[in-house]
């Protein structure tokens, strides 16, 4: 299938190693520090490893740091990893969870709940918000506008986001959420279609999305990333 679903486990150990993004350097040191301590080699080329096919999966390099308190009260690192979760469109795109909680209430700083995980849903429960990477690519060359527009129909529909397609007569992604949404783009360039308006988003341009109908379409031939904050406003 074009679309696909994946759910990762939860990440709760730091991944020091994973983080140095070193391709070319990172094997001469570990080689380096097997020298100095025997044994060591072997359990960071493993890391290492791991998390360049994680990289590789998702085409990006993804980090999420939750932080959290002991149980005297200490502030601490409660997950340093990858996404939670993720809705793969195609080869790059999708959804990418971070994180989805209460937008009101106390904060229990001692739950180690992981609440990235779960099934990719577009929008926040009712009340909650959520922090996410989402990633789309290029339009694929050659695919008839009917197909094209058939698949993105049933993504939309497999993220519970079947009802939030009001009118696609400008673009089959365009779509509408009851949500207050901080778009921040990361990497890539693109175009911000709307009803009647357009522009055209660089890294570091930062969209509010208050609940209007709008596609995002990539300008040239790299995917694009971006993190989302959405607040259910419903």
Same mark, same amino acid.
């Given at each position: !299938? ?7 486990? #939860? ?8 983080? %140095? ?6 094997? #001469? ?22 998390? !360049? +096919? ?20 200490? +502030? ?18 999708? %959804? ?64 519970? #986001? ?40 660089e890294p570091g341009d930062v969209v509010v999305q208050r609940a209007t109908n709008h596609a995002w379409v990539v300008e040239g031939n790299q995917p694009a990333l971006f993190v989302a904050v959405l607040v259910d406003r419903s």
């Open positions: !299938m074009f679309y696909t679903a994946r759910v990762w486990p #939860a990440q709760n150990a730091r991944i020091p190693c994973s983080r %140095l993004r070193l391709a070319g350097v990172l094997p #001469a040191i570990l080689i380096a520090l097997d020298a100095l301590l025997p044994g060591e080699y072997g359990k960071a080329k493993q890391e290492w490893e791991e998390s !360049m +096919s994680e990289q590789s999966e998702s085409g990006f390099a993804l980090r999420r740091v939750v932080t959290g308190e002991s149980e005297t009260g200490r +502030s601490r690192i409660l997950i340093d990893g990858p996404q939670a979760a993720e809705f793969r469109t195609g080869e790059l795109g999708g %959804l990418f969870e971070i994180w989805t909680d209460a937008t009101s209430g106390e904060i229990d700083t001692q739950d180690d709940t992981d609440r990235g995980l779960g099934k990719p849903n577009l929008s926040p429960p009712k009340g909650a918000v959520k922090i996410r990477w989402f990633a789309i690519g290029p339009t694929p060359e050659g695919v008839p506008p009917e197909t094209l527009r058939e698949v993105t129909r049933k993504a939309f529909i497999d993220m519970g #986001a079947g009802d939030h397609q009001p009118d696609t007569s400008r673009h089959p992604a365009m779509h509408k959420t009851d949500t207050l949404d901080a778009i921040i783009l990361v990497k890539g360039r693109v175009r911000l279609l709307l009803d009647d308006d357009e522009t055209v988003i």
